[in-house]
């Protein structure tokens, strides 16, 4: 027996002693690791040899085709797996990379001059760290700057190979560019292109900041000059600009109690169905470094309980909120302060990451030490142009969190097709990943007792019809279309495959439909936020998909504590609900819509919608900006190619949840 072990083991090191030579002769390829923006991007040649980075080395998983399997039968209600969660041990013992494994991984990184610098916990990456040369050396890569749209970037402009018998194990290497990915906040400035506008606090814990009446009665506004005669009538979104002490601040913005009525939540609250138990995670770069503090005064003021914060770190992660003026700090207060309104009794763990970069690394430790049953994530980065070996990683562990119970929710974008943007249509990743869920957005308008008065799916065209107040007002000739500013993304993805809880949908096409489920996230029907601003307490209304994810990321959180586990992956859920869970975001339209006259010719609504890109319902209103002062026709539900239907569409999903009834059926 100790012959025939010895001669087996012989056996299998020879073997792996010509299979490592065949390796190290070939130089083993790490497909897919070459990010797309690079080829959108003018490159300003070889980045400093001298530069420092760290990389991280993915190590692949054992057994993909069995938790594949198993992550299937999870979801399947027939299945004796439904619902029957594994543990990270369980996960780490039969799919994780071993100790050996890392060591080997680790040893080459050393003999390459690189200085490891930690381990994931559950062995998914060794991160090392190294001066640019020695990594272009380490990788057989080149590593160049780059330059797009006049922001720059490095990245490698060809795909890793690694000499060495331990090229076998790496599935992927991350941190040899730095594209990263981008937070999903909105503001309405954005379409006149001003910065989030944000006035001092006024100590007033009653009522709320802003209108919450967004839309106003029909109306007929007169704009003269020396030369031209303009008359508009149509519905009237916000208000005159009358009040100064608001000063260039949006019309209107909703307070928790406004969507908790209007998302049928207070039936759940009078329950005791709050959140209480659980806790959700919300993932950052950079963070926020007055968010403790400004998330208190915020429940103070809206007469909610004290939040529960941890800020929480990875290996490597800062533990250090700093901010960095890229919209990180506004994104890290509307996810605390928003997941706290719609799930007040629940737990809130901030996972922040030290670049945007790192992010995965931010989940990756959020799962190892299961900090909740949701995970809440308003970020992303487009198919087309990200890394798709990080995409890769990433899956990886979200297909780890699913295997646990863990949701993982993602902002589906806010810039509708991406064609604007990037001049083709794409989606956002990881809200395209078939073990996410993908959220996406809605235009919301309520009634004096805040319930809905209607929803539509976001997406805001502007077309200017009079100049600003310095200017008399004066009617612009033509009407200047500027179109589409901003919108829920979705469509088809790029890369993944239809997972099987969308096979019922009528779609044409094979591959991932985005989004899942949707709420609120146009900036023009907004949320109030509090947030420090230059050293005081500041009030502001913000949007975008990134306020809709933390707000179904709370109502996940509800159902969890009905259940009393966690229930996976919503967006397994959501495509078979009763009637009533959800509701079915349809186009709306309006008799109201604004129509013109400009020096005697009419001017239909549908031209001063334009451009509508095959929309053929919106909803449009005149608007008077307090960001220029200017007068402009905004339309509602315009989404650039994409649109509201009956059913799953690619700006809603299934369509916005009943908060009441959408938990009676998934939190059981």
Avoid at 107 to 113: C, M, Q, R, T
């Amino acid at each position: 027996m100790e012959r025939l072990g010895y001669l087996k083991t012989a056996r299998v090191a020879c073997l792996w002693l010509i299979i490592g030579g065949i390796l190290f002769a070939q130089a083993m390829k790490i497909p897919n690791g070459t990010p797309g923006f690079i080829g959108y991007s003018s490159d300003q040649g070889p980045l400093d040899p001298s530069a420092l980075l760290t990389v991280n080395v993915w190590l692949k998983l054992h057994n993909q085709q069995q938790l594949d399997r198993l992550v299937e039968q999870q979801k399947q209600k027939n299945s004796s797996n439904y619902h029957h969660w594994i543990t990270q041990d369980q996960f780490n013992s039969n799919y994780g990379p071993t100790p050996q494994e890392v060591k080997a991984v680790s040893n080459f990184l050393s003999a390459k001059g690189l200085t490891v610098v930690s381990v994931a916990e559950n062995n998914l990456y060794v991160k090392a760290q190294g001066s640019v040369g020695a990594i272009q050396k380490a990788f057989n890569v080149q590593i160049h700057s780059y330059n797009k749209n006049g922001s720059n970037y490095h990245s490698n402009n060809a795909d890793p190979s690694v000499n060495d018998p331990a090229g076998g194990l790496i599935a992927a290497i991350t941190g040899l560019d730095d594209f990263g990915f981008e937070p999903n906040v909105a503001h309405a400035g954005t379409a006149e292109g001003a910065s989030a506008a944000f006035r001092s606090l006024a100590v007033s814990p009653q009522g709320f900041f802003f209108e919450s009446q967004c839309f106003g009665p029909v109306e007929t506004d007169t704009f003269m000059s020396t030369t031209n005669l303009a008359i508009y009538t149509g519905n009237r979104y916000g208000a005159n600009i009358t009040n100064g002490s608001l000063g260039h601040l949006p019309p209107c913005g909703y307070q928790p109690s406004d969507l908790q009525k209007a998302y049928n939540l207070n039936p759940l609250y009078t329950t005791g169905l709050n959140g209480t138990g659980q806790t959700i995670v919300i993932t950052e770069a950079f963070g926020s470094a007055t968010i403790a503090q400004d998330a208190q005064v915020f429940s103070q003021l809206y007469g909610l309980p004290p939040v529960n914060l941890t800020i929480a770190k990875a290996p490597g992660l800062s533990n250090n909120p700093k901010g960095t003026g890229l919209g990180w700090d506004v994104e890290t207060t509307l996810d605390v302060e928003w997941a706290h309104a719609i799930a007040p009794g629940a737990n809130i763990v901030l996972v922040v990451a030290t670049d945007r970069a790192s992010l995965d690394e931010a989940i990756n430790y959020a799962v190892v030490h299961h900090l909740g049953n949701t995970i809440s994530n308003s970020w992303s980065s487009l198919e087309g142009l990200g890394n798709p070996a990080q995409f890769d990683r990433v899956n990886r562990i979200l297909e780890m969190a699913a295997a646990q119970g863990i949701d993982a929710n993602f902002a589906s974008g806010d810039d509708g097709d991406e064609t604007v943007i990037v001049g083709f249509k794409t989606v956002a990743f990881p809200a395209s990943s078939p073990f996410a869920t993908g959220v996406g957005g809605t235009t919301l308008a309520l009634n004096p007792d805040k319930t809905i008065a209607f929803q539509t799916g976001w997406g805001n065209n502007l077309t200017l019809i009079a100049e600003t107040a310095a200017l008399g007002n004066a009617p612009a000739n033509p009407p200047l279309h500027l179109g589409f500013v901003g919108g829920a993304g979705g469509g088809p993805s790029l890369t993944f495959a239809r997972p099987s809880f969308q096979s019922g949908l009528s779609v044409p096409g094979n591959t991932r439909l985005v989004p899942d489920i949707a709420m609120v996230a146009d900036s023009f029907t907004g949320v109030e936020i509090i947030e420090t601003i230059g050293g005081q307490l500041s009030v502001g209304v913000i949007g975008g998909t990134s306020l809709a994810t933390p707000l179904f990321s709370g109502i996940m959180a509800i159902a969890a504590q009905s259940a009393g586990h966690g229930l996976g992956q919503a967006a397994a859920l959501v495509y078979d609900l009763p009637a009533g869970a959800v509701n079915d975001i349809l186009p709306v339209s309006s008799s109201a819509n604004v129509t013109g006259i400009l020096d005697g010719a009419p001017l239909s609504a549908a031209n001063l919608a334009a451009p509508l890109d095959g929309n053929t319902s919106f909803y449009s209103a005149i608007y008077n900006s307090p960001f220029s002062t200017r007068w402009f026709v905004i339309t509602f539900g315009t989404d650039s190619s994409l649109a509201t239907a009956p059913g799953w569409d690619d700006v809603t999903g299934v369509g916005t949840p009943d908060a009441l009834n959408f938990v009676n059926a998934v939190g059981h």
